[in-house]
């Protein structure tokens, strides 16, 4: 029993490394399914340890290293597919040689997604502080901005995201806004709940009342707004409902 935890940690990283394989041969919308699988094995795999008390520190640091490849790497890969789909290829010179330098920075935007799951991850395994709250968009939180914007873009046909997805220049400082938001110590809360009553969840609620009045107004056209609003709820729950 006290290996299931593992168990379901490491189909959330076997479902990064298909999500891989899948958005370097193109098909962003299979990986983002893939990465959606590797969410709900993430939370399956922490509430398996809570529920059997199985802890382990071979589980935590799996549970990152998986993390790294599921939330850091694969959504990193297809912002980069995305952005090569839509830009002048790195080595082409038929537009000069402005065009290709630009297209190299809009190439190297994604490597700083990974590199900044890395750096969150390795910030929260040290640091006591983020029982409860956390500091700086969680990796998974990173992961469902990424695959959100290409779900809905697919399922919604909204010609605002497709318009969005198809300039390099605003999916590059998407990119670029969401490492940054990994690394930052901006407090944002921990979906994680104790109990179901209403006192000490306020924020949680009112997310989840937002994010449903957001879907049957835009259905899926919402999903994008699933991340800005948690981060919104966050910064006002904190003044309003702080303890």
Request: glycine share 6%.
């Amino acid at each position: 029993m006290k290996h299931i935890p593992n168990i379901i940690t490491s189909l959330n990283l076997a479902s990064g490394f298909i999500a891989i394989v899948l958005a370097a041969n193109g098909d962003l919308t299979g990986a983002s399914w893939l990465i959606l699988a590797a969410m709900l094995f993430d939370f399956c795999d922490g509430l398996s340890a809570r529920l059997l008390k199985a802890y382990s520190d071979i589980g935590r640091e799996l549970d990152s290293l998986a993390d790294q490849v599921s939330f850091g790497v694969a959504p990193a890969l297809i912002l980069f597919k995305l952005i090569d789909n839509y830009s002048s290829p790195i080595l082409s010179v038929s537009e000069g040689m402005h065009a290709g330098f630009i297209s190299i920075l809009y190439h190297i935007v994604p490597v700083i997604m990974a590199v900044c799951a890395g750096l969150r991850l390795a910030k929260f395994n040290t640091d006591t502080t983020q029982a409860t709250v956390f500091k700086g968009l969680p990796t998974p939180a990173n992961a469902l901005a990424v695959i959100s914007l290409i779900l809905a873009t697919n399922y919604s046909s909204s010609g605002i995201l497709i318009s969005f997805e198809g300039s390099p220049l605003l999916v590059s400082a998407y990119s670029l806004i969401l490492s940054i938001l990994m690394i930052t110590r901006i407090p944002l809360m921990s979906l994680k709940v104790k109990n179901l009553g209403i006192k000490g969840n306020e924020g949680r609620y009112l997310l989840i009342l937002l994010i449903i009045i957001a879907f049957a107004v835009l259905r899926f056209a919402a999903a994008p707004l699933i991340i800005p609003l948690y981060i919104v709820v966050s910064l006002v729950a904190n003044r309003l409902f702080k303890k």
